[in-house]
């Protein structure tokens, strides 16, 4: 049974096993196979079985320290957006997680294209939640779009929404907009829904 990191040695072994993770799928896809990140990340494939089990199960630590970095991210972003309006907010957030998703050569966005295309979504679900908090804290902190009607309907649709959106748009190698034009877009929408929304009928 794959032991668990206790020591910093160990830790140190785990971490460069998702390095070298990240660079074989970077070179050959999610066919990469153990040993090739074996090779990467300069130990043995015995060694490597000490902390994983499979491939899938070094994907899944990938997926998970995406996340985490992810969740980081909303977490550091929000003390500025809750001084933004709600559509400079949204475009600041969109605009780092883009900048995340293709730091060191795209490395988070080849892990997160594989979520979309299987049954791993539920690894989206600690963002999905982060996202809606930081909405929770927005409305907290601005109570004037407290009274919109069903606000967190919208967020939630366009928390998914999103997600998804910016995904399959850096994971098309030809998007017919720019990356700038969608998060320009989707900034476009909550403004346009919360100034409709906050008038009166």
Do not use: W
């Amino acid at each position: 049974m794959p032991r668990k990191p206790q020591q910093s040695r160990a830790k140190a072994t785990v971490d460069a096993i998702l390095e070298a993770g990240f660079q074989a799928v970077a070179s050959h896809g999610t066919q990469a196979t153990t040993r090739q990140i074996a090779e990467t990340a300069g130990i043995s494939i015995g060694s490597l079985y000490e902390y994983f089990s499979n491939k899938e199960a070094i994907f899944a630590a990938m997926h998970e320290r995406f996340i985490q970095d992810v969740v980081l991210l909303i977490q550091d972003t929000t003390p500025t957006i809750m001084h933004l309006p709600p559509d400079q907010g949204t475009r600041t957030l969109l605009t780092h997680f883009g900048a995340l998703l293709q730091r060191d050569d795209g490395r988070y966005l080849k892990v997160a294209r594989k979520l979309v295309d299987s049954d791993s979504l539920l690894y989206l679900d600690p963002i999905r939640q982060m996202l809606m908090q930081l909405v929770t804290a927005f409305i907290m902190n601005k109570p004037e779009y407290g009274a919109i009607k069903d606000l967190p309907t919208m967020a939630y649709i366009m928390v998914n929404t999103g997600i998804y959106m910016m995904l399959h748009h850096l994971s098309d190698p030809k998007p017919p907009i720019s990356f700038e034009q969608l998060c320009d877009g989707l900034a476009g929408i909550v403004r346009r829904y919360i100034t409709s929304a906050a008038q009166p009928s």
